[in-house]
């Protein structure tokens, strides 16, 4: 198992490429709710900010009360 210096390590690597690719673009990322894509906007945000916009639909085929969590 990594450290959380191999952690904080790989976070500010993702975080460095990030803003190198986007400069000063703005971003539209598609979130479902799940680790993955949070955790990819969580990554963007840190990285770019304002210039980062989530889009979540609710396809009605969510769990009671998933769409709100998602949204916070």
């Avoid at 198992?1 to 190198?20: A, N, P, R, T, Y």
């Avoid at 479902?32 to 085929?61: E, P, T, W």
Wanted: proline share 0%; with cysteine.
């Amino acid at each position: 198992m990594g450290s959380i210096k191999d952690l904080e390590s790989f976070i500010q690597k993702c975080v460095k490429d990030i803003k190198e690719k986007v400069r000063e673009d703005k971003v539209v990322a598609g979130v479902s709710g799940g680790i993955d894509s949070l955790v990819a906007a969580v990554l963007a945000h840190k990285a770019i900010g304002g210039q980062l916009h989530c889009i979540f639909i609710n396809n009605g085929l969510l769990r009671k009360g998933e769409a709100e969590e998602v949204q916070k």
